[in-house]
């Protein structure tokens, strides 16, 4: 009988998601990489808050990260 070794998480979603210790997923802002110039300074800093998953894609994102 074949082994079916270790699941694998998909690298890319390793490299964007970080799991807190409070069981949520936190992600990266959209919009803030580049063409910052046009943007208000008030719209720039609600983008530097952090963000994370809604709780719609939360079970996507840990079978993705190989915790399901």
Not at 19 to 29: E, L, N, T
């Amino acid at each position: 009988m074949a082994s079916k070794g270790k699941m694998k998480s998909v690298r890319g979603a390793v490299k964007r998601f970080k799991v807190k210790k409070s069981g949520k997923i936190k992600r990266g802002s959209a919009f803030r990489s580049h063409i910052l110039t046009k943007k208000s300074p008030k719209r720039k800093r609600r983008l530097r808050s952090p963000k994370y998953v809604d709780q719609t894609n939360v079970l996507s994102v840990k079978v993705m990260l190989g915790l399901k």
